[in-house]
């Protein structure tokens, strides 16, 4: 086979096994589980063979003509990069751990088969979004990924918050994509094609003739699908799904797709100062406010969550600063950490019977339950702190490198404003990051109280995956040097400027955090018991989580935190953490913005539907009804009646043809 027919397979084999596990699933329940995770295997086979195939050098590209349009053409090709390659090695990496993971993760869910078939789905949009050439073929995998995200979010259908979330999801992602269709057209219509090679083509000739309006419609959509600054609301609330679903659209899908896609097209964007700036401020607003919200959360999974957006708000940040190249890598080894740290998250909730880590400080013995989970977790948070030598470390500090390039004014791509605010803003968020991850670490696993319950070893589709994702999550950042040739031929290897400074300041978090839990946990009177949040401790991974989603509220009066005395967060933020728990409030905003005017406005529509119009129909209809009435009156079947108003009629008529002939004389 050519290696354009092994691309062709790679999003194909998924979306196949999508359809037959869908048309399958009740039929032939014992397929289900074939059907979710070879096809998924064999994908990742491709798409390594693919990335070898490719090896960093030039691009593949074939294309089709879909459909003659009469104005711009839509292809259906194939454009792999270096870029493209790795990316899709990633995806499909981390689809197979979430797809064997969940076959004992969901091993007694009814909606298993659904579940799984959505999962290959979501994994097939993705991997058409990675290797398309066509704008408008990349855009159907864009909107996929948006409506699977609606049923896989929404898995615990039965919960409130899960039925919120999903459809919060879908409508703020929706909002983004409004603009970002209209950039793409725009797009299109300057640069006469939808092809990528095109567009750059028309971008290096000076082409476009509105740079800065596309790149800003463009970026609207970006932040949508990738959690950006002011369109990041939707993502903590998505972890009201199943946590592999979780693991799946933070590291490798949803989230990542908008990063991937400001990569592709950067010389768009390069073209705008004013977007670059734009990116390089939105890129500093969501790391900073990401990472204060995640130092203040009680959910584990919502820590993840607002830690991920800060991770994307360093892809961001790389963009801004016009190195493409460190914002993939670190897409890569954040892909691969954050994965490990969701999956980890699964096996944690399951052991402790709660998402709450102040109900987890309460609880003893939890690393000794679950020892799988707590080193590959120590690890990934390494990473996450960026600490040398794990991969985190190195993808970071090429994003800082890059800022610090383009501050200093050595890029040609990006102003030097945009290089400092994203450099200063880094260098915050990374000690900011080291403190959340060692707080999440020292809640998780530093519990004092009642001995966790044991559930026995964890089944090793779950404890295997989280040492796979161990590996690169520990060794990525070691092979940086032969990773320069994928990514534009420039070094990505870390200056002792940045080195120094980003680690210190993590150290610096880390410590901190440290030194507030131990004054915090011998202070008299902190540790009391807490209304944890238990699910069922006999109930499998998945029902014990929607269990202790269901309850966190009813529990601590709040989806987000939990009034923790012990919390070294709360000693770190002040009077700070209370809007940090909520988000800085970006949801009651929206709610009295947008939120409730258009509830008001559909209440008038309602009421002016069913009181005015609906009023007018009835009218209309009165008149003959009561006409009606009149004449079934006068039908009483009487024949002697029938004759005198038949003989009435005759007079009356014959008066008026005398009355009008004495007229007309």
């Known amino acids: 086979m050519t290696t354009t027919t092994l691309a062709v397979l790679v999003p194909l084999l998924p979306f196949l096994g999508a359809a037959a596990g869908l048309l399958l699933g009740r039929t032939a329940p014992g397929f289900v589980r074939p059907l979710a995770i070879l096809p998924t295997v064999a994908a990742l086979a491709l798409a390594i063979t693919v990335a070898v195939h490719q090896g960093g050098g030039r691009s593949i590209d074939a294309a089709t003509r879909l459909t003659p349009t009469g104005s711009v053409p839509i292809d259906l090709a194939l454009h792999i990069d270096g870029f493209a390659a790795l990316v899709a090695v990633l995806v499909t990496v981390v689809a197979t751990c979430v797809q064997v993971y969940s076959t004992a993760y969901l091993r007694d869910d009814p909606r298993y088969a659904s579940y799984a078939a959505l999962v290959s789905l979501f994994t097939s949009a993705m991997l058409l979004v990675v290797y398309s050439g066509d704008l408008m073929v990349l855009l159907v995998g864009w909107e996929i990924m948006g409506i699977c995200s609606y049923f896989l979010v929404g898995h615990y259908w039965e919960t409130p918050e899960a039925r919120a979330a999903s459809l919060k999801a879908f409508l703020v992602t929706k909002l983004g994509d409004v603009p970002f269709l209209f950039g793409l057209f725009a797009l299109a219509a300057d640069a006469g094609t939808f092809r990528i090679t095109g567009i750059l083509d028309a971008v290096a000739t000076g082409g476009l003739d509105h740079p800065t309006l596309i790149a800003l419609l463009l970026i609207a959509g970006v932040a949508g699908k990738s959690a950006q600054f002011p369109l990041h609301t939707w993502l903590p609330d998505a972890m009201a799904g199943p946590t592999p679903v979780s693991a799946l659209i933070h590291a490798a899908t949803m989230v990542a797709a908008g990063v991937y896609f400001v990569a592709r097209l950067l010389p ?376 005198a108003a038949l003989l009435a009629g005759s007079v009356v008529l014959a008066i008026a043809a005398v009355l009008v002939a004495a007229a007309g004389a």
């Open 268 to 643: 768009v964007f390069a073209t705008s100062a004013a977007a670059m700036t734009v990116l390089a401020v939105m890129a500093a607003v969501t790391m900073v406010g990401s990472a204060l919200a995640a130092l203040a959360q009680d959910d584990i999974k919502r820590v993840l969550a607002y830690s991920t957006i800060g991770q994307l708000g360093y892809m961001t940040g790389a963009l801004a600063v016009g190195d493409r190249g460190a914002a993939v890598f670190h897409l890569l080894s954040h892909g691969a950490f954050k994965a490990l740290l969701f999956l980890g998250a699964g096996v944690i909730i399951h052991a402790a019977g709660t998402n709450s880590l102040a109900a987890m400080s309460r609880t003893g013995d939890l690393p000794k339950r679950i020892p799988d989970a707590y080193w590959t977790m120590t690890i990934a948070l390494l990473a996450l702190a960026a600490i040398p030598p794990f991969a985190g470390f190195f993808s970071k500090e090429a994003v800082l490198v890059a800022a610090e390039h383009t501050a200093l004014g050595d890029s040609a791509t990006s102003p030097s404003g945009a290089g400092w605010i994203v450099l200063i803003a880094g260098l915050l968020t990374a000690l900011l990051t080291a403190a959340y991850a060692t707080r999440l670490w020292l809640l998780a696993f530093r519990g004092r109280g009642p001995a966790a319950p044991d559930h026995g070893r964890q089944p090793i589709a779950m404890s295997g995956v989280l040492w796979v994702l161990a590996v690169p999550s520990l060794a990525l950042g070691l092979a940086v040097g032969q990773l320069a040739g994928w990514f534009d031929v420039h070094a990505l290897t870390p200056t002792v400027t940045t080195a120094v400074l980003g680690t210190g300041v993590a150290a610096v978090g880390g410590i901190m955090t440290y030194a507030s839990w131990r004054a915090l946990r011998y202070k008299a009177g902190t540790n009391i018991p807490l209304g944890a949040v238990a699910a069922h401790p006999d109930a499998d991974p998945a029902t014990s989580e929607e269990e202790a989603i269901a309850t966190h509220e009813a529990a601590y009066g709040d989806i987000a935190s939990a009034p923790d005395p012990g919390d070294p967060g709360r000693l770190l933020l002040g009077p700070l953490h209370r809007h940090a728990a909520t988000g800085f409030h970006l949801d009651a905003l929206y709610a009295a913005l947008f939120v409730r005017p258009v509830r008001a406005g559909g209440e008038l529509v309602r009421f002016l539907d069913r009181e005015v119009v609906d009023t007018y129909v009835r009218a209309a209809g009165t008149l003959p009804r009561w006409l009606g009435i009149a004449v079934r009156r006068a039908q009483t079947g009487n024949v002697q009646t029938y004759l």
